[in-house]
């Protein structure tokens, strides 16, 4: 079982270049989320699609642009990469079909970016 | 608003030791609980939830009560190993909403 799969693992990229951390879930959840973990403030979202065909922004969702792709993919695009940026991003997936909810998140393994 | 509140770290103890980290919340109604583990270089795991008051959640010796009355949901473990050496967060999913929010988490060292 893949689970959920991020790549790449690693990124450099200089100011104001571009580019798309791709991400695919192979257990047929509904949900989808895009997250960065920075030092001292843990997880913060940026956007999240709660079913296909739909995004919604989350906290932090300046600078970035997703797309749901289908079922199984959500990518987040940084279209002018600013050194604010630098930080890790993890994609994570939920089978929830409603809210309430208490099914848990299932992460990928995360994407280290790094911004100069 | 919705937020989350963890200890801050890090937590350094003994293998063997007792382990308590503190989380407490603010939200609308009742939501899920959860916690979290990351291990170095990988992506966050569910290590338990606890979906209504006085709920326990528990996996791999460790446990949480969900406390409507004191709004936390702390984790403890009676004894403690190396291999728990790790960062916890807590989190909680939003009602009404798809979204999950989520402490700072709290790095532990655990020492032979």
């Known amino acids: 079982n893949a689970g959920v799969t991020q790549t790449p693992k690693f990124q450099v990229l200089k100011t104001g270049q571009s580019m798309t951390l791709q991400c695919a879930q192979d257990?047929?959840?509904?949900?989808m989320y895009w997250y960065r973990q920075d030092p001292g403030m843990g997880l913060r979202l940026i956007y999240y699609?709660?079913?296909?065909?739909?995004?919604d922004k989350g906290e932090v969702p300046n600078g970035y642009n997703v797309s749901r792709l289908n079922k199984r993919e959500f990518s987040l695009r940084l279209e002018s990469a600013a050194p604010s940026q630098t930080s890790v991003y993890f994609c994570?997936?939920?089978?929830?079909?409603?809210?309430?909810?208490?099914?848990?998140?299932?992460f990928g393994n995360g994407t280290r970016l790094t911004v100069t | 608003g919705n937020s989350v509140t963890q200890m801050e770290g890090p937590v350094t103890l003994s293998e063997e030791a007792f382990l308590t980290i503190n989380c407490t919340y603010t939200?609308?109604?009742?939501?899920?609980l959860f916690w979290y583990v990351q291990y170095p270089g990988e992506g966050l795991q569910l290590l338990l939830k606890?979906?209504?008051?006085?709920d326990k959640g528990s996996n791999k010796g460790f446990e949480a009560t969900y406390r409507k009355e004191t709004t936390s949901f702390h984790l403890e473990k009676g004894s403690v190993q190396v291999s728990d050496s790790a960062v916890y967060f807590c989190?909680?999913?939003?009602?009404?909403?798809?979204?999950?929010?989520f402490g700072t988490g709290t790095r532990l060292k655990v020492l032979a």
């Open positions: 994570a997936s939920s089978p929830r079909t409603g809210a309430p909810s208490n099914s848990p998140l299932h």
């Open positions: 257990m047929n959840h509904n949900s």
């Open positions: 699609s709660a079913s296909e065909g739909t995004t």
């Open positions: 939200a609308t109604g009742y939501p899920s």
């Open positions: 606890a979906t209504k008051a006085d």
């Open positions: 989190a909680l999913s939003v009602i009404g909403t798809y979204k999950y929010i």
